[in-house]
């Protein structure tokens, strides 16, 4: 690897200009590298702030062509749809996620039909907006039942690729379901929908402004970790990647994002398929209460999302990703 030594080989030469420095960048980042999470609430004409996430909407469907209008406008490849779910609406089995009529079918309906294929659209697939205990799956004594819940989400995938879903992102963690959901798709002619396997979803507080903002804050009873993963593990992460990939799964995603950097390069590394990467909601809290109190600015962002991308991810799902404007400049 060293190819000189001192005085002959100095390393600031390349440093010293700023053309330099961009000649051999090896890490960059352009609005392809992002994924717009964007909130969904019932009801007309309302951008509600989520107050544990400054700058962070939620949207009514009839602004929800403003939005999507901004995206494609800025370039960006995917928006993934989140719907806050009032409390009448929500019950132990989570009944709303079948509902062709929830908000995320609507929103799928009407931004397919106005945008085709000029955006991408992700979906969830997992029960947690729609169950009164807040868990991703089927409760029975305190315990989330995998194959039961696996049942469900086969139902919730198919309806969601039937609204017109292009991604469907299952963040749940049962065993086994990107197999049940990718035969059931092609079974039903829904061979080109992808899926976007949440492989490596870790068992994490990072989550707490997002579970505000679908609404499940409060609701949740226990914690998830019987089912997502411990995270002072890795090896663990790396034989749920293998078996999705297994499965079927197009692409896999890391999550949450900054404290993960080791686990999303040994996904690259190891499998060199596309990873996304989950900068999370408290994440994006604990950087933005940050920029409001003074101590950081945008170039603290900036160095945290360029270390994704040199971490080996592909793209990221990102609080910040309809704010590039200044944070790329
Ligand atoms: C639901 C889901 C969660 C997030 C994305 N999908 C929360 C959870 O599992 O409790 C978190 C996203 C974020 O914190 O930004 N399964």
Known sequence: MITGKYPGLRLRRSRKNDWSRRLIEENNLTPNDFILPIFLIDGKNKKQEIKSMPGVYRYTLDKIYTVVDRAIKKGLPMVALFPYTEKKKKNIIGTEALNEDNLVCRALKLIKKKYKNQIGIMCDIALDPYTSHGHDGLLKKNYVLNDETV????DQSLLQAQMGCDVLAPSDMMDGRIGLIRKSLDKNGFKMTQILSYAIKYASSFYGPFRDAVGSKGLLKGNKK???????????GLREVALDIKEGADMVMVKPGLPYLDIIKLVKDNFKIPVIAYQVSGEYSLLTNGINNGYVDKDIILESLIAFKRSGANAIVSYYADKLDKILK
Do not use: A, P
Not at 151 to 154: G, M, Q
């Open 226 to 236: 019987s089912y997502q993963m411990d995270f002072r593990n890795s090896d663990e």
């Open 151 to 154: 049942k469900i989400l086969i």
